[in-house]
């Protein structure tokens, strides 16, 4: 058996480089459906993996109109505010290695490296991005989707059995009450111009309201029933997007369970990652053992029109 000269740099990376990429390609296959941001907020990869962030710019029109004479000079204008805001983005990484052990014993019995490295690496980072889009990071003075304090928060009605506030201590009613108000909350205050067709709960309050029974032969939960009568949907006849999420279990006030309802597009909130995670070519960190950059630009969640959302807690 001909043996490889991983003392050779030459030799060694000419081993690594197919394996890398045969690796590669195996992990951008896979999915991972447990970091679900993408599919909880817009997500916005403008930029760049070495862009610093972007500005954009909010605005308001100003001016009322007003009765005048035929004759009058006194001309009401309208005017325009604007305001710039700074979004800025985060540089992070998570990579893998492997050790000349790894490769020898690879080379000798003519196998390839498994990927489990780089699958662990990838999952690493998937893990990270949806911790800050889902929470923020206080490291950096960045909020989530669950947890902004711009957007408008207030409690249930604490008029369930007890005084209590939670789905388990309130009759139907009393819920798809608590569920409307929160849906209606966004487009009463943005002067009905943002209407709010996402409903995420805690995904034990999900599961409840899918398992209670409702009707005089039990045949409806209350969750097809708030499908069905949701203010979203009797307005605008379209479906509800109802999600779970584990985030909003304690995401509340005091750690209570929060619901929240909001517009689901770009202009009224947005996730920036303008460099989503991606593996660099290998490079020898010394004799015994070849690295695997990770890297990933982050910018985080932005509220653009906090008020086209509402928080509702103690559920």
Same mark, same amino acid.
């Given at each position: ?11 060694? !990376?000419?081993?690594? $480089?197919p394996q890398l990429l045969r690796i590669n390609t195996t992990i951008e296959m896979m999915e991972y459906p447990e970091f679900n941001y993408a599919s909880l907020l817009p997500v916005n990869t403008d930029g760049g993996m070495w862009s610093y962030g972007s500005v954009f710019y909010s605005g308001d029109i100003a001016g009322s109109a007003e009765f005048l004479a035929h004759k009058g000079f006194d001309m009401p204008l309208a005017d325009i505010a604007t305001s710039q805001h700074m979004q800025s983005n985060h540089f992070a990484g998570i990579g893998y290695e492997y050790n000349r052990? =790894?490769? #020898?014993?690879? *080379?000798?019995?003519? +196998? ?5 490295? $780089? ?9 990270? @991005?949806?911790? @800050? ?20 928060? *207030?409690?249930? $009605? *604490?008029?369930? &059995? ?12 009393? @819920? ?6 929160? /849906? ?15 409903? !995420?709960?805690? &995904? ?6 899918? &398992? ?15 499908? =069905?009568?949701?203010?979203?949907? /009797? =307005?605008?006849?379209?479906? /509800?997007?109802? +999600?779970?999420?584990? #985030?909003?279990?304690? $995401? ?6 929060? !619901? ?28 015994? /053992? ?5 890297? !990933?630009?982050?910018?985080?969640? =932005? ?5 086209? *959302?509402?928080?509702?807690?103690? @559920?």
């Open positions: 058996m001909v043996r490889t000269n991983f003392n050779d740099a030459q030799q060694a !990376m000419g081993f690594l $480089a052990g =790894e490769l #020898e014993r690879a *080379a000798e019995l003519g +196998r390839n490296l498994t990927t489990e490295k $780089a699958d662990a690496a990838r999952s690493v980072a998937e893990s990270f @991005i949806y911790g @800050i889009a889902m929470r923020g990071h206080a490291e950096k003075g960045m909020t989530g989707l669950v947890n902004s304090p711009i957007v408008p928060t *207030a409690n249930v $009605a *604490a008029d369930g &059995t007890g005084g209590l506030t939670t789905f388990a201590s309130k009759n139907p009613d009393q @819920i798809s009450r608590d569920i409307n108000a929160l /849906l209606n909350a966004p487009y009463n205050s943005t002067r009905e111009t943002k209407r709010a067709n996402r409903l !995420m709960l805690p &995904t034990t309050r999900l599961q409840y309201l899918s &398992t209670t029974r409702i009707g005089s032969d039990g045949s409806d939960t209350v969750l097809k029933f708030i499908r =069905e009568n949701n203010s979203y949907t /009797l =307005e605008t006849g379209q479906p /509800l997007d109802i +999600r779970g999420s584990r #985030e909003l279990e304690t $995401a509340g006030v005091g750690g209570t369970a929060r !619901m929240m309802a909001f517009a689901a597009d770009r202009s009224v909130v947005q996730f920036h990652l303008p460099g989503p995670h991606e593996f660099l070519e290998a490079w020898r960190a010394h004799a015994m /053992l070849w690295q695997v950059p990770g890297i !990933m630009n982050i910018g985080g969640v =932005e509220w653009r029109r906090p008020k086209g *959302a509402a928080y509702r807690d103690g @559920i």
